[in-house]
């Protein structure tokens, strides 16, 4: 899943109401991590995760993340471009605990105002409350190159071990229903994907060929000597899109996630 181009992650999560403690201290919760952590703040490849702010600041932010290297943001030189919104309770999008949302971040390669790329961030409140909003739009204002963390594991529900990578950073609550996809998904695609009864099986959706993962947290996954594997629903007899994982985190143990090859 080394992709170079635009990008679409798009995932079902429950959140657990612990996330939202922001007198708890700063966390970060991982749904998909593919970074790599490079010295002066470089950042290489993408991710999805939940940001809790240290105290004082009282805030719960949704984070996509893309490196890219040799842009601007705002005229300010930058070193990965990243889409946030605040969950929290007053925050500008607040969501539930608890309650199944399908989030989706974007990253347009071309896209914005002037063609040097754009990250967006959809949610879509599965309950109907609200139903699906575009919460956030980042435009990149200086050309520069998004760039692949080739040499890390793609990862579900934790982040790197490796390297300078942020450490454990286990994701608490559910995922369901995983994909990668190799475009820009539209707010019309988005809309499409979330309607679950109509286009549960991304296989038939019309941008197929742009999946280039799809886990769906229980079908192609099996249980064996300690361990679980996953496999892609795009390609479920391919060992590059096989994940595997220790178990869920019990007591004082830590699941190290989902992993895949890098």
């Known amino acids: 899943l080394n992709l170079s181009g635009s990008i679409s992650i798009s995932v079902w999560v429950t959140i657990d109401a ?15 991590d593919k970074l ?28 996509g993340v893309f490196g890219y290297g040799d842009a601007s943001v705002d005229g300010k030189p930058i070193f990965q471009v990243t889409t946030q919104t605040q969950i929290q309770a007053g ?14 971040v974007t990253y347009g390669r071309k896209a914005g105002v002037s063609g040097n790329g754009r990250l967006r961030t959809y949610i879509y409140d599965a309950a109907g409350n609200g139903g ?26 934790n982040a790197s071990f490796s390297g300078a990578g942020p450490g454990i950073k286990e994701y608490h609550g559910k995922i369901d229903e995983v994909s990668i996809w190799d ?3 539209t707010s019309v695609d988005v809309a499409a994907l979330s309607d679950w009864n109509v286009n549960g099986n991304l296989n038939n959706y019309s941008k197929s060929s742009n999946l280039q993962g799809w886990y769906r947290m229980g079908e192609n996954a099996t249980f064996t000597l300690g361990k679980w594997k996953l496999r892609s629903a795009t390609s479920p007899g391919d060992p590059n899109l096989e994940l595997e994982g220790e ?12 992993i895949g090859p890098p």
Do not use: H, M, Q
């Open 18 to 32: 612990d996330v939202f403690n922001t007198g708890a201290g700063e966390k970060d919760y991982y749904i998909v």
């Open 132 to 157: 699906i909003i575009n919460s956030s739009t980042r435009n990149v204002s200086a050309n520069g190159t998004f760039v692949p963390a080739s040499t890390e594991n793609f990862i579900i529900g």
């Open 247 to 258: 178990g869920v985190a019990f007591g004082d143990r830590i699941s190290p996630g989902l």
């Open 183 to 185: 475009t820009e998904l």
């Open 36 to 63: 790599k952590f490079l010295p002066l703040g470089f950042v290489e490849g993408y991710a999805l995760y939940i940001k809790r702010a240290p105290g004082g600041d009282n805030t719960v932010r949704l984070r």
């Open 91 to 104: 925050g500008a999008r607040p969501l539930t605990p608890n309650t199944p949302y399908n989030i989706v």
